[in-house]
C-alpha cells in the first residue's frame, strides 16, 4: 500500500482519475473538504504519484464532491467541484499540460447544500450537462451544458415524493432510491422509489451490468445498516427486489464505486467503511452475485 498526503488537516472527501496532462499516465485530483481546495496527484512510472498541484475552491466553500469531464469540446479534461459551503458548483477548465483556470460558479440555490453530482448528455446535443443533488432543499438541479464551458441551469426536481437517459438518487433520510425516467429531451417524469430499508440512510449509489443481460442495475452503499444492496433491473425498468451484502458491523459504508479489478470481464465493487476505516471489495460472478475478495486496512478518513 502506498500512502500520500492530501495536506494537513485536510479531510478528503472525493476523488477521480484522469490523465490531465497527457502523458499517457493516469493522475489523481481529491477535494479536501477543510482546506477548502482541490489537489492534483500527477502520475509516473505507472503507479507512482508525484508534483502535488492545489487549486482553492473558495473561502468556507467546503468541497465535498468532485467529477471529470471535456465541459468545452477542446479534447481536455476539465473539473467540476460541488461546494456545500458556498451552496455552488465550480468549473476549472484544463489544458494539456495538467494546468486548470477559469474557475467559473455557479449557484444551486440558497441553502441548497449541495452534496454530490453526475454527469451526462442528457438532451442528446453532444454537449455534457451537469446534474446536482441538494440535500437541504430535497431536489436535483440540472445544468445543460453549451459545449462552450457555459451551462444554463434548467429544472430543478422535487425527491420528496427506453433510449432517454434517467438518474437516479440516494435519499438518506427517507431510507430509499429514486429514479426519475427521462422522456422528451430535457424533462423527467416523477420520481419512482425502491425502499433501501428501516434506518438505513443510503449515502452513494453506482451502476453497471452485474448480470450480463444488457441492462443497468444499481448497487447502494447504505450508511446506517452498515451493507451494499443490489437492484437487478428487468426489461421494462423496474427493478428486482434487492440482494444486501454486509459490510461488516458498524462499518458505515460511505461510497460505493464499480470497476473490472481482476481482469475477469465481470463488473467489481469496490465500498469504503468511514467507521471501520477500511475499503472492500466484491468480486462480481457475472450472474447478480458477489462474494467479498479483498479488505484493504489501516485507512484514514474513509469518506
Given at each position: 500500500?502506498?500512502?500520500?498526503?492530501?495536506?494537513?488537516?485536510?479531510?478528503?472527501?472525493?476523488?477521480k482519475t484522469g490523465d490531465f496532462n497527457n502523458d499517457v499516465q493516469l493522475d489523481?485530483?481529491?477535494?479536501?473538504?477543510?482546506t477548502n481546495n482541490i489537489v492534483i496527484l500527477f502520475g509516473y512510472n505507472y503507479g507512482y504519484f508525484h508534483n502535488m498541484k492545489s487549486y482553492s475552491t473558495g473561502n468556507n466553500s467546503n468541497p465535498t464532491y468532485i467529477d471529470i469531464a471535456d465541459f468545452n469540446n477542446d479534447y481536455q479534461l476539465d473539473i467540476v467541484v460541488v461546494n456545500k459551503g458556498?451552496?455552488?458548483?465550480?468549473?476549472?477548465?484544463?489544458?494539456?499540460?495538467?494546468?486548470?483556470?477559469?474557475?467559473?460558479?455557479?449557484?444551486?440555490?440558497?441553502?441548497?447544500?449541495p452534496e454530490s453530482l453526475a454527469i451526462?448528455?442528457?438532451?442528446?446535443?453532444?454537449?455534457?450537462?451537469?446534474?446536482?443533488?441538494?440535500?437541504?432543499?430535497?431536489?436535483?438541479?440540472?445544468?445543460?451544458?453549451?459545449g462552450n464551458e457555459i451551462f444554463l441551469l434548467g429544472k430543478f426536481?422535487?425527491?420528496?415524493?427506453?433510449?432517454?437517459?434517467?438518474?437516479?438518487?440516494?435519499?438518506f433520510g427517507s431510507n430509499n432510491i429514486g429514479i426519475f425516467f427521462g422522456y422528451d429531451y430535457e424533462y423527467f417524469g416523477g420520481m419512482t422509489t425502491y425502499s433501501t430499508g428501516q434506518d438505513s440512510n443510503p449515502h452513494s449509489i453506482a451502476i453497471a451490468d452485474f448480470?450480463?443481460?444488457?441492462?443497468?442495475?444499481?448497487?447502494?452503499?447504505?450508511?446506517?445498516?452498515?451493507?451494499?444492496?443490489?437492484?437487478?433491473r428487468f426489461n421494462n425498468g423496474t427493478f428486482d427486489s434487492m440482494i444486501t451484502y454486509s459490510t461488516e458491523i458498524n462499518s458505515?459504508?460511505?461510497?460505493?464505486?464499480?470497476?473490472?479489478?481482476?481482469?475477469?470481464?465481470?463488473?467489481?465493487i469496490v465500498v469504503t467503511n468511514s467507521k471501520t476505516n477500511n475499503i472492500m471489495i466484491f468480486f462480481g460472478l457475472g450472474d447478480g452475485n458477489f462474494k467479498i475478495g479483498v479488505l484493504i486496512s489501516n485507512c484514514h478518513n474513509m469518506r
Open positions: 500500500m502506498s500512502i500520500y498526503s492530501t495536506g494537513n488537516n485536510s479531510q478528503p472527501n472525493s476523488l489523481i485530483v481529491v477535494v479536501n473538504w477543510a458556498s451552496n455552488n458548483i465550480l468549473i476549472l477548465l484544463g489544458d494539456k499540460n495538467g494546468r486548470f483556470q477559469n474557475l467559473i460558479s455557479y449557484s444551486t440555490g440558497y441553502g441548497s447544500k451526462s448528455d442528457l438532451n442528446n446535443d453532444n454537449n455534457m450537462d451537469i446534474i446536482v443533488a441538494n440535500v437541504y432543499t430535497h431536489n436535483i438541479a440540472i445544468f445543460f451544458g453549451f426536481y422535487s425527491t420528496n415524493i427506453n433510449s432517454k437517459l434517467d438518474i437516479v438518487v440516494t435519499n448480470n450480463q443481460d444488457k441492462q443497468l442495475d444499481i448497487v447502494v452503499a447504505n450508511y446506517g445498516t452498515s451493507n451494499i444492496e443490489i437492484f437487478i458505515a459504508a460511505y461510497c460505493v464505486a464499480v470497476a473490472y479489478l481482476n481482469n475477469d470481464s465481470f463488473i467489481d
